[in-house]
């Protein structure tokens, strides 16, 4: 049997769309779950619109969430001769022709057919007319001769069994009048040049694969299986498109989010294997198969990413949830100074607990690592007198225990809101607004033990609270 061979083939004409990530995890899980090879093709032909930030983007996005392709990336506007040999070839043995209708003439048919409310499709003028009627002055496209009669049925691995009518799909170009082929042509070529077994890609290529499968049978290929997944919607049910707010991985990063949470989210949007809803990476690759994949479009859930999220975060090693943090704080905010890591890292048991994101994290254990207290001006207003005799008391206590826990600062407290004749939020309040700047943030007793007594004695002591 030969050896599975899948591939992702995105354009580079914009970054990397989610619904993009999710079919390249898809082939990627297939391919490795079969022990077989998947391989990234870079579709740049359009050399208007191909950008190297986008190729390299999408390379980085890739590897990001931790899909790793063999060997190097297949860029296809190296393989362009290959692309016209073969239209050559498929002129010669008569399944394609010239065709020399004029921009206008067509236009046209165009027109005709948007006044009729039809579809358009190429009449076949030149299909069966001979090369010495051709007129001088028009550089011909090429036109594959698609099937006439009859009805052709794809046996999809996901869809099942798809019939279509021949006479729908037109003599479509496949070398433009310039001498460039068209992506069905290109992408046939390649896939059958890389060696391709299973073709696994979004539903709204199935138009295309009828037209490929047919240059498989001229060309007398061996056609490999084709699997479609449903799109991607919004939560409103619309097609989600390049432009929305969520839509490609680097909104994610920005706000947050863990690789392996995106991963294991992707990998249940639109496929389930029993009621399982988190799996390991080496899970993923075990259980993963086409069968597992539904008929209807799945919905983008922000909610459901941060839930899995939240568990990612909850569940996996401190030390990797740091090593991620700290990368993140470096890429979107700001570089964590050295002396101020370990009293982050130690505080991570508590910060993590009310964090959906790395984000979330961040804002929580700012306190810890800014060198000052950045006040919220509604919040300082709450530090009135009475307050301010807490901060007071609590730091003359403060300097008589050597040893900070929640044994040595609970009776504090509670002498501090009997002295002061107050209640809990009395005393924790006031204190955490001169700790961290804010009324909001992590519990009093965790905020006092991460600073420590000499940064909590400094920071009680501010001017800006007198």
């Not at 008569?94 to 005709?112: F, H, L, N, P, T």
């Not at 049925?153 to 001498?179: A, C, P, S, W």
């Not at 924790?428 to 007594?453: E, H």
Request: net charge positive; proline share 3%.
């Amino acid at each position: 049997m030969k050896k599975v061979a899948t591939r992702f083939a995105p354009s580079p004409t914009g970054p990397l769309h989610i619904g993009g990530v999710r079919t390249a995890l898809f082939n990627w899980l297939y391919s490795k779950n079969k022990k077989g090879d998947f391989y990234l093709r870079v579709e740049d032909t359009d050399k208007e619109r191909s950008k190297e930030e986008y190729k390299n983007q999408i390379i980085k996005s890739l590897k990001w969430i931790g899909i790793n392709y063999d060997g190097e990336e297949y860029i296809q506007s190296k393989k362009v001769e290959n692309h016209i040999k073969v239209a050559n070839e498929l002129l010669k043995n008569g399944s394609a022709y010239k065709c020399y209708c004029s921009s206008e003439e067509i236009e046209e048919q165009k027109k005709r057919a948007r006044q009729k409310k039809i579809p358009y499709i190429y009449d076949r003028k030149w299909r069966d007319k001979k090369e010495s009627d051709a007129p001088k002055d028009i550089n011909p496209v090429i036109r594959f001769k698609s099937k006439i009669d009859g009805t052709s049925i794809l046996k999809d691995l996901v869809q099942g069994d798809v019939e279509i009518d021949n006479n729908t799909i037109e003599d479509f170009i496949i070398l433009r009048n310039d001498g460039t082929p068209t992506y069905n042509l290109s992408a046939s070529v390649d896939d059958h040049q890389m060696n391709m077994t299973h073709i696994i890609r979004g539903d709204d290529h199935k138009i295309n694969t009828f037209k490929q499968i047919q240059i498989y049978q001229a060309m007398k290929w061996e056609i490999p299986s084709f699997a479609h997944i449903p799109l991607i919607h919004t939560i409103e049910g619309k097609k989600l498109s390049k432009r929305d707010k969520a839509s490609t991985l680097d909104d994610y990063s920005k706000i947050g989010i863990i690789p392996d949470a995106l991963r294991n989210y992707l990998l249940r949007l639109g496929w389930s294997y029993k009621d399982k809803e988190i799996f390991t990476l080496d899970e993923s690759i075990k259980f993963f198969n086409l069968e597992g994949i539904g008929k209807s479009p799945s919905k983008l859930d922000m909610s459901r990413i941060l839930s899995i999220n939240e568990y990612y975060i909850k569940n996996i090693s401190e030390n990797d949830l740091f090593d991620q943090l700290i990368e993140y704080c470096k890429l979107y905010k700001s570089e964590i100074q050295s002396d101020k890591k370990d009293k982050l890292k130690k505080s991570l048991i508590f910060l993590k607990n009310k964090a959906k994101t790395l984000e979330d994290i961040f804002n929580n254990g700012q306190y810890i690592t800014l060198d000052e207290v950045n006040f919220d001006q509604d919040d300082i207003k709450l530090i009135d007198d009475k307050a301010k005799k807490v901060i007071s008391d609590f730091c003359a206590k403060l300097s008589n225990i050597d040893k900070l826990n929640k044994e040595t600062l609970e009776p504090i407290v509670n002498e501090l809101i009997k002295s002061n004749d107050t209640n809990f939020k009395g005393v924790g309040q006031p204190l955490r607004i001169a700790l961290t700047g804010s009324k909001f943030g992590p519990g009093i007793y965790d905020i006092i033990i991460s600073l420590g007594k000499e940064e909590v004695t400094k920071r009680l002591t501010d001017k800006k609270l007198s």
